[in-house]
């Protein structure tokens, strides 16, 4: 099991940028497959991105590709979500979550990911 902490969160004007940061504790870190999810009130949970084992591969949900980036320093335990050219839709909390598995079919879905963070608010404001 890994533990996993984000920051970075906060209030935004449309057009701006933020970055997200995600710790994760032991030093199994490499072995996970890891994800960024949102969720705004009244919404799934929904995927946003996820990076492999070895950072070689990354995926994107279709609403934010182009304009967020997720990357993994797998010294430092740490995965992060540079989020660029924010629209007010982005607003939600943001979490960062651990998964053992590199299946490309089940990696975009949240149950797939046994561990989470405890999310970090992203406020866009128009």
């Known amino acids: 099991q890994v533990q996993l902490a984000e920051s970075g969160g906060g209030l935004v004007q449309a057009g701006g940028s933020l970055r997200l940061s995600c710790a994760a504790s032991g030093r199994t870190f490499s072995r996970y497959t890891m994800g960024w999810f949102r969720q705004s009130p009244g919404e799934e949970r929904e995927f946003v991105a996820a990076?492999?084992?070895?950072?070689?591969?990354?995926y994107y949900a279709d609403s934010v590709k182009g304009r967020f980036t997720i990357a993994r320093d797998n010294a430092k335990n740490t995965v992060s979500l540079q989020m660029d050219t924010l629209k007010p839709e982005d607003t939600a909390v943001y979490y960062c979550?651990?998964?053992?598995?590199?299946?490309?079919?089940?990696?975009?879905?949240?149950?797939?990911?046994?561990?989470w963070g405890q999310g970090t608010q992203v406020t866009v404001s128009s």
């Open positions: 979550a651990a998964t053992s598995t590199e299946i490309l079919s089940t990696i975009r879905s949240a149950g797939a990911y046994p561990n």
């Open positions: 990076i492999r084992r070895n950072g070689g591969y990354t």
